[in-house]
C-alpha cells in the first residue's frame, strides 16, 4: 500500500538557520502531497501542497516541490523563526475527484530557538 | 474552508468511565472521520462516519470501544468507553467537503488524559 517517510525528529535550530524536512512516498499511482503543520496545542493545519509532478507549494516561507523521479517533497524554509516550532506532517492523498484516504508521515518535530 | 469545532477540548477521567467527544462543522459534509494521535505519534484512522449509515471502522479499532454517531451532515460524535491509561491520547475529527483545496479540514482536537 501507500506509504509516506519522513524524516526523523526532534530537530533544532537557531532562529534563522536553514530548515531541510525529507519526506519520501510510495504510491501505485499519483498522488496528491501536502504539508501540514500542527502548532502547540492545535490541529492540523494545511501549510502547503503539490498536486503533480514538478509542481512547487509554497507558503509563509516554506517551498517543497514534488519530484517523481526521487518519489520526494522535502519541506525546505530558508530563514526560520521561534513561531515555527511546531510538529510537521508530509501526507500523501490519492483520491482523485472520489474520496481516498490520506497517508501519514509519521511527524517532524522542529523547535527553533532564539 | 469549513469550520470545526470539537467538544471538550480536554478532559481529565477515571478508567473505566467513558466520554463523547462532539463535532459540529459549519456546512453540511459528506465525510467525516475521527482519528487517534497518541504521543509523540503520527494520526491513526479509527473509523469514517458517514450520515445514515453504520461508520467503517479500520483495523484495531470496534464499535464496541469507540461506538460513533452520525445523525445529520454537520455532526458527529466518538464515544471512547471503558477508559484505560492506554487511551490517552488526542482525539480529532476532520471532514471531507469534496469541493476545498485540501482533502481534508481539522479540528483542533481533543486532548484526553486518562487517569
Known amino acids: 500500500g501507500d506509504s509516506v517517510t519522513q524524516m526523523e525528529g526532534p530537530v533544532t535550530l537557531s532562529e534563522e538557520a536553514f530548515l531541510t524536512i525529507n519526506c519520501t512516498y510510495t504510491?501505485?499511482?499519483?498522488?496528491?502531497l501536502f504539508w501540514y503543520v500542527q502548532y502547540p496545542g492545535e490541529g492540523l493545519q494545511l501549510l502547503l501542497k503539490?498536486?503533480?509532478?514538478?509542481d512547487k507549494g509554497s507558503n509563509k516561507g516554506f517551498e517543497a516541490t514534488y519530484r517523481k523521479e526521487t518519489t520526494s517533497f522535502h519541506l525546505e524554509k530558508g530563514s526560520v523563526q521561534v513561531s515555527d516550532s511546531a510538529v510537521y506532517f508530509c501526507l500523501s492523498y490519492a483520491g482523485g475527484t472520489s474520496y481516498g484516504k490520506l497517508t501519514f508521515g509519521q511527524g517532524t518535530i522542529l523547535t527553533v530557538h532564539p | 474552508s469549513a469550520v470545526i469545532s470539537q467538544k471538550p477540548s480536554r478532559d481529565i477521567c477515571q478508567r473505566g468511565t467513558s466520554l463523547t467527544i462532539q463535532c459540529q462543522v459549519d456546512s453540511q459534509v459528506t465525510m467525516m472521520f475521527w482519528y487517534r494521535q497518541q504521543p509523540g505519534q503520527s494520526l491513526t484512522l479509527i473509523a469514517t462516519?458517514?450520515?445514515?449509515?453504520?461508520?467503517?471502522?479500520e483495523s484495531g479499532f470496534v464499535i464496541d470501544k469507540f461506538p460513533i454517531s452520525r445523525p445529520n451532515l454537520t455532526f458527529s460524535t466518538l464515544t471512547v468507553s471503558n477508559m484505560s491509561p492506554e487511551d490517552s491520547s488526542i482525539y480529532l475529527c476532520?471532514?471531507?467537503?469534496?469541493?476545498?483545496?485540501?482533502?481534508?479540514?481539522f479540528g483542533d482536537g481533543t486532548r484526553l488524559s486518562i487517569l
Open positions: 503539490a498536486t503533480k509532478a514538478d
Open positions: 476532520s471532514v471531507a467537503d469534496g469541493h476545498s483545496n485540501q482533502p481534508q479540514h
Open positions: 462516519a458517514n450520515q445514515g449509515s453504520e461508520a467503517t471502522y
Open positions: 504510491a501505485t499511482g499519483y498522488p496528491s
